[in-house]
């Protein structure tokens, strides 16, 4: 049986406020919850101005006391922009305000431009080849407390929340650790589709059993965009289009409202790039979607699919979260 989630990264829309796109976020998640999905994760991006989430674990608490049944988390925390220490005292004292509701997703990129990155980190290089150590070190601050006085650092809050920890990759690195580690492992498939196939055979192949998991367990995601008719949807998907092609030209800004069509935004080899980066969109009428999604999951055996809904209009952005919805039933009988 095929879970259904959502990944926001309370986007900033042109025209409005931080404070608007955390109360967005807020309603998303009430309205996700309502409506049956397993998770609602938020993603570190730091230096984008059309995305609110850079504080991940404020934004976390933030959904969370506002919903009571689904779980809350990383997706994910850049682990390498901190200490692994700090990271299991946040997600401690979540754990200890939202008890077995919240999640820890760790990412290996920045979730910025290098500029950035170096005044979160300082050392680039370390912090990225210390991945795998920072990983274990974090594991352990959240387990059991030490008691023989081999380990002198103790998470208060922390130790003994067991917070599951997932791996985030959109390569093969996270997934070769993931399989050795015994974790679940998340590809974001919503805009790294590349190595989408090898990276989870990968993970499948090196998995080991742990004291986590016992077989493996995958997450992919997807850029999804639903409404009433293909038109509309396909009219609400422009802004990612927009928002993709403004990354890719390093030009960056707000959530940019949709257009009636992309012709004369983009050259047909941005066209193609943009199209390529999002080929396992799922952007339709709830008879597409359905499909769309029930191939994605045929496609990857996925335990799990996290949804990202990059839809401008907050209302259109909800009836998207219930089609999905209504297609995920369909998923679940066929399954």
Known sequence: MTDLSILDLSPINQGSTVAQSLENSRQLAIKAESLGYRRFWLAEHHGMPGIASAATALVIQHVAAATKTIRVGSGGIMLPNHSPL??????????????????????????????????????????????????????????????????????????????????????????HLAGILGLPFAFASHFAPDMLLSALEIYRERFEPSGVLDKPHVMVGAMAVAADTATEAAYHFTSMQQSF??????????????????????????????????????????????????????LTGADEIILSMPVYDMAAKLRSLEIFADARETLKTAA
């Open 86 to 175: 700090v990271i299991a005292e946040q997600f401690g004292t979540l754990e200890a305000l939202f008890p077995g509701r919240i999640d820890l997703g760790l990412g290996r990129a920045p979730g910025t431009d290098m500029k950035t990155a170096r005044a979160l980190r300082r050392n680039l290089d370390a912090a990225a080849e210390n991945f795998p150590q920072d990983v274990i070190e974090l594991m352990r601050l959240l387990g059991p407390a030490d008691q023989t006085g081999s380990h002198h650092i103790l998470a208060v809050p922390g130790a003994g929340a067991k917070v599951p920890v997932w791996l985030l990759g959109s390569s093969h690195y996270s997934a």
């Open 245 to 298: 092609l403004r990354l890719r030209r390093g030009t960056p800004g707000a959530f940019p409202a949709p257009v009636e069509t992309m012709d004369g935004h983009w050259s047909d080899q941005e066209r193609i790039m943009v199209e390529h980066t999002l080929q396992y969109a799922m952007v339709g009428d709830q008879p597409t979607v359905r499909r769309r999604l029930a191939e994605f999951q045929v």
